[in-house]
């Protein structure tokens, strides 16, 4: 009775353990007019409500395939939601011709790339990924 009991709590503990969380931040093109953005703010720019930056400079959004644990992590933990559901508002805006979806990367390096090279980009990376050619972003609370 008691290995099996064990056996249970270890698959419960498995089942339900919290996902491995890494430090995720948000960076920027060294350009853009801001060094914070609030919660809202930030699910607003990523769910492509939020076209332009307060200078009028055009935001590009920039993301992880959804797969990416390093997207889960962030649309979970940054966000607050879960990926299928940012997913299905870019599918809206889409398929009904009133929004594009943002450009998907796959590689911390290539997001940090494109980001440095384009003006209004927004991206998201590991801190340990972090690198002088984009600007980290700061999230009020």
């Known amino acids: 009775m008691g290995k099996l009991f064990k056996t249970y709590i270890l698959t419960l503990c498995i089942f339900f353990a919290p996902d491995v969380v890494t430090a995720q931040i948000l960076i ?27 200078d009028g400079t055009p935001i590009q959004v920039f993301v992880f395939e959804d797969e990416n644990q390093t997207h889960i992590s962030f649309c979970k933990h940054i966000l607050g939601m879960f990926p299928y559901q940012l997913r299905r508002i870019w599918d809206r805006q889409v398929f009904s011709g009133t929004g594009v979806a943002p450009i998907t990367v796959k590689s911390a390096q290539e997001m940090t790339e494109k980001i440095s090279d384009t003006p209004g980009a927004i991206g998201y990376i590991e801190l340990e990924h972090l690198t002088d050619s984009v600007t980290q972003i700061g999230s009020e609370s």
């Open 28 to 54: 920027a093109n060294p350009q853009i007019p801001t060094s914070e953005l609030s919660r809202n703010n930030i699910r607003a720019i990523f769910a492509m409500r939020t076209p332009h930056w307060p």
